[in-house]
């Protein structure tokens, strides 16, 4: 699982200097943890996070944000609550999810938004 900076976000993920417009960077979908390492449910998520990056890393990317140290990418997407996870699929709209979300409820999420699994 990678931490990205403002720069690996811009890259990797959203350039929203360059596009007003929602325009993804990346080659498969992703999904984006914003956490700080003060957060007790962010610390709870951590590993969670890290089994579904082992299990799913052919089909998704799985990003950290520190919303301590990236306070900037943080106000962009007005985080307001941590933890705050972004799920964004290929060709749509990202959607934002709160809160600290049991393993099986975030792996029906990455299968149903960020694959497109029917079940």
Known sequence: MELLTKQSFLD???NYEQNKEWKFEGD???LIDFYADWCGPCKILAP???ELSEEYKDQINIYKVDTEAEQEL???FG???IPS????PMNEQPQMAQGALPKEQ???AINKVLLKQKN
């Open 106 to 108: 975030l792996k029906d």
């Open 79 to 81: 985080i307001r609550s």
């Open 74 to 76: 943080s106000a962009t």
């Open 28 to 30: 498969k979908p992703c």
């Open 85 to 88: 996870l972004l799920f964004i």
């Open 12 to 14: 990797k993920v959203f």
């Open 48 to 50: 969670v996070l890290d």
